[in-house]
């Protein structure tokens, strides 16, 4: 073994340890199998009567591994009772590590199998609506990740098929399910005047042929961005989404605007968010959050979703999270929980973010967005919206 994969060796088992800490060792080691899809982990899921075993998972990626994976083994069982990737080997070790009985060809298989009754979708970027437009026009309740469309005319069409359908979809957005975000909200009570909010974040180094940086998958905008101006609406939606926004995007490197940059907010009501995300160098511990926030006379600060400390006057809190939790779980449970969000908030988010991605691909750097105006161009009414 030479010096370079010794010291790389030493490296990984050193995160291993930590992401023990972090999350535990069952999901620690649902992240490594997910990498390397050697080994048998169904043992920590019990099995499950005739009938439960009802969920398909499109795309098997590590994220539908070692996140939707883990919980639902660890929640529900032996549940996921088939699954498909494009790619063979992807899906193959899927099946054969969670004990998924079935591995589809196709993914309207999947989809049109009367006894599949849930449908988890976890694939690249720019497939998600389709999946999710398909599998809720079969009946199905779907369960999509973000981001939930890479254009308007998908936005449009899954928006359309929601309403239709009567809301069974739920998207993969966690940060607002995060013990931290809901602790916070018991402190916001009064919240007529203006928010002030910034996000710092570190993000993974990516490389420049990551699938994640491709126009049509929505760049990184759509990739990791969407989380921050999603946890944005969602805060705002405690009183009420201010409809008039005036947007600057600041980026360090003209040749790579999706890396290293910084998103302003400010509304008609004097809102004022924040956003910057630098990737100049990889998080040890994976992606790290820093978020400021000010609202009336609250002060709260959330360190990497293991603390939060808020101060009111002259009262204050100090929350301490044993685990990392950013809201994983209870996301990907909302199938089976009365925690669910309104997915009105995420079309909203979603618009918004989609409208920053054509800003960072066409270069433009400050633009005027009304969530109105972009709603009736695609010819969608607020009143719609929000049935
Ligand atoms: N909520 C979160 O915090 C969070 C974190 C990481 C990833 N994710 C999301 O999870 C999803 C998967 O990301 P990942 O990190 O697992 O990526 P990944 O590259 O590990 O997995 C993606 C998988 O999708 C498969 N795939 C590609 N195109 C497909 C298609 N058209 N149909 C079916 N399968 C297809 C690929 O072969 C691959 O196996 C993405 O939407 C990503 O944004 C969410």
């Known amino acids: 073994m030479s010096k370079v994969s010794i010291i790389n060796e030493?490296?990984?088992l050193k995160k291993?340890?930590?992401?023990?800490?972090?999350?535990?060792?069952?999901?620690t080691l649902f992240k490594v199998v997910g990498k390397l899809r050697v080994g048998k982990l169904s043992w920590i899921g019990r099995p499950v009567r005739i009938g439960e075993q009802n969920i398909g998972v499109i795309g098997c990626g590590q994220f539908a591994f070692a996140s939707i994976g883990y919980f639902l083994l660890a929640n529900r069982g032996r549940c996921i009772?088939?699954?498909?990737?494009?790619?063979?080997?992807a899906s193959n070790s899927y099946a054969s590590a969670l004990s998924v009985p079935s591995v589809a060809d196709e993914a309207c298989d999947l989809i049109d199998d009367p006894s599949t009754k849930i449908i988890y979708i976890a694939s690249n970027h720019y497939s998600h609506t389709e999946y999710a437009v398909a599998a809720l026009a079969k009946g199905k309740t779907v369960y999509v990740e973000k981001p939930v469309s890479v254009t308007l005319q998908q936005l449009a069409s899954l928006s359309a098929e929601r309403r239709r359908s009567s809301n069974r979809i739920y998207a993969g957005y966690n940060r607002p399910f995060s013990a931290a975000i809901r602790d916070l909200r018991s402190w916001c009570a009064d919240l007529q005047s203006p928010l002030t909010l910034n996000c710092f974040i570190s993000g993974h180094q990516l490389s420049k042929d990551h699938w994640y940086r491709e126009p049509k998958e929505g760049t990184r905008i759509c990739g990791n961005t969407g989380h921050w101006l999603d946890l944005a609406v969602h805060i705002l939606s405690w009183n009420e989404l201010p409809d008039r926004w005036q947007i600057v995007v600041v980026w360090s490197d003209q040749n790579n605007r999706d890396d290293d940059f910084t998103i302003v907010l400010t509304s008609e009501r004097g809102d004022l968010i924040s956003i910057i995300l630098t990737a100049r160098?990889?998080?040890f511990e994976g992606v790290n959050e820093t978020i400021n926030l000010q609202w009336g006379n609250t002060i709260a600060k959330i360190d990497d979703f293991r603390r939060l400390t808020v101060w009111k006057c002259k009262k204050n809190g100090s929350y301490k999270y044993e685990k990392k939790d950013l809201g994983h779980e209870s996301a990907i449970m909302q199938p089976f929980s009365d925690t669910i969000r309104d997915f009105s908030e995420v079309e909203k988010s979603t618009l918004l973010m989609l409208e920053i991605a054509d800003m960072v691909i066409q270069g433009i750097p400050s633009r005027q967005f009304s969530f109105a105006d972009s709603w009736a161009k695609l010819g969608i009414s607020g009143e719609h919206l929000e049935k």
């Not at 930590?18 to 999901?27: D, E, K, P, S, V």
């Open 281 to 283: 160098t990889e998080p």
């Open 16 to 27: 291993v340890w930590h992401f023990i800490g972090l999350y535990g060792w069952q999901r």
């Open 10 to 12: 030493f490296g990984n």
């Open 81 to 89: 009772a088939s699954c498909f990737d494009v790619d063979k080997q």
